[in-house]
């Protein structure tokens, strides 16, 4: 609860949040804006109109050479070979074992790649990534020569923004000539926003029309003060992670490091979609090909609670007085106002309208295995 | 933020002498921290405490909050009104966002308690 951390990394707009009277907290290694105005409130604004984010946090690693896309298909366990420049996917790296090393959006671009990676997993992903470059030639190892494929860390030189809701198109249209209608969802386009150059892309995290601004450092401070202003009267705040967080839980996003990570699988997390098992090769494949065919011991499920409580990460479920599984995120959804959450339980618990209970300060609180998102997603 | 007349703990609990009870809240400086409460789980009318025992749950979006018994005493009264609107903590801390009243087991403890200045120099200093 105290503000006086130890010192983050700071992002471009770090300035910006303290003078907006934004509570700070530390997150994956930087002092980042947790509320400004309140989670509750930001989160509808996000729901009902526009909510801006800061997510230079988030770390941009460039691949290129004339193996990366041969490369990234193999290192990616969704296809990436067949994307068109303009085209972002999303994607989980995972461990020859199976387990997830991060979850990713690839950006493919003219001449290269772009791979957005969560902050907390810039520095490993990195060396992930080139540990992968370096294993060539051989079974199972990097289809093409570790020279045929360039990395580079852009993180610090990139800041994120991001505009979600649904009056994002209007608010950005205010600033910009490029043709953000004609830009489908998981498409992106090179343009200027109020006069900087930014990499404009229709994805988000909150499950909302809206769009993610690639831009240079110095140009978050204005381009951050110059959306403000053109969506005041539409009704944009700025938005913490704290409603980021509930935003993303309502959708069932899952949050690397809460529901998914190095020791869960895809298939285990529901995010079969994002491997593609036909693929030639790929780095997790045999793991993966073997647990679909055995299938999954536990799921990743999502359940809303009947008795009063929130589930919070760590909570053990109950199938009877038998621990079938742990929460790994919860919290008051804002937009249903009942509390929902995400956890893993044992498969044979996990169909839907399945009635579990999840241990809250010794007691035993009922809740119920639902299927798809909390919250219908506006698009 | 900090009225005079109420005493104050250190785990950022009020209360208010009511003859021999007293009425028990969170402080503006507490839910201020905390952000929107969105739950409250109550003691049982009737149960006992220890001064310094966790005897209720305040949750917001983000955290999960025990709160202390300022003093020892058994609960005779509490917020019902919460259960619906965990929201009127942040709207009146020192009113309609009341915990509960204990009636108290040794009133001489409530001299362990802050007053109003040492307990703003405690949050602001």
Known sequence: MSDHGPAG?????????LASGARMIDFAGFRMPVEYSGILEEHRAVRSAAGLFDLSHMGEIKVGGPGAAAFLDWAMTNRIADMEPGQARYSLMCKPDGGIVDDVVVYRRDGDFLVVVNAANIAKDFQWLDYLRRAWPGEGGSPVRPEDVILEDLSDATALLAVQ?????????????????????????????????????????TGEDGFELYVAPEAAVPLWRALLLAGKDLGLVPVGLGARDTLRLEMRFPLYGNDIDESTTPLEAG????????????????????????????????????????PRQGYPLLAGDREVGRVTSGTMSPTLGEPIGMGYVAAEYASPGQELAVEIRGRSIPCQVVKGRFVRPAR | MYP??????????????????????????????????????????GSIFQAGEAFAVVESVKAVSDIYAPVSG????????????????????????????????NPAELEDLLDAEAYRALVEG
Do not use: C
């Open chain 2, 4 to 45: 005079e007349d109420l005493r104050y703990s250190k785990e950022h609990e009020w209360v208010r002498q009511e003859g021999n009870r007293v009425r028990v809240g969170i402080t503006y400086y507490a839910q201020h921290e905390l952000g929107d409460v969105v739950f409250v789980d109550l003691p049982q009318e």
């Open chain 1, 271 to 310: 995010l079969g979609f994002a491997v593609k098992l036909d693929k030639d090769a790929f780095v997790g494949k045999e793991a993966l090909v073997r647990q679909a065919a055995q299938g999954v011991a536990r799921r990743l499920v999502g359940f809303r609670m009947i008795g009063r409580g929130i």
């Open chain 2, 74 to 105: 058994r609960v005779v009264e509490v917020n019902r009104e919460l259960a619906d609107r965990p929201e009127l903590i942040n709207q009146d801390p020192y009113g309609a966002g009341w915990i509960a009243v204990l009636e108290m087991e």
């Open chain 1, 165 to 205: 809701g649904p009056r994002s198109l209007e608010i950005l249209t205010r600033l910009t000539d490029a043709p953000l209608a004609a830009v489908a969802p998981f498409r992106f386009i090179e343009g200027k926003v109020d006069g900087y150059p930014a990499l404009i892309s229709r994805t988000g995290y």
């Open chain 1, 9 to 17: 990394k700071r992002t471009p707009l770090y300035e910006e949040h």
